[in-house]
């Protein structure tokens, strides 16, 4: 799965979001970064490895930070790395929601 699917997913993720008004900002607003991402890079590293079925929701999530956190080591850009950190910031912050 590429970057535009995940944008996808997160799109609609948002739209399905009733109760949340910020919550579902903050969906659209990671979709909107894994949009601007698949025009830079139109699939994940090569090394990149998806998260196992059956992982609790909260581990996957801090697996996503983790994940964005190295590829924010392969960017030259630091503008796509600042972006991959505060992704990546977002995904704990989720972490510590679905605990």
Not at 2 to 8: K, V
Not at 25 to 46: M, N, V
Not at 54 to 78: I, N, P, S, Y
Request: hydrophobic letters at 35%.
């Amino acid at each position: 799965m590429g970057f535009a699917a995940t944008a996808a997913l997160f799109e609609d993720q948002a739209k399905r979001e009733r109760r949340d008004p910020e919550r579902k900002e903050r969906l659209r607003e990671t979709a909107g970064f894994y949009r601007k991402l698949a025009g830079i890079a139109p699939d994940f590293p090569g090394s990149y490895r998806p998260n196992g079925k059956g992982t609790l929701r909260a581990d996957r999530w801090k697996a996503r930070a983790d994940e964005c956190r190295a590829m924010a080591d392969h960017f030259v850009d630091q503008g796509c790395r600042d972006q991959m950190t505060r992704l990546a910031d977002s995904y704990d912050r989720l972490a510590v929601a679905a605990e």
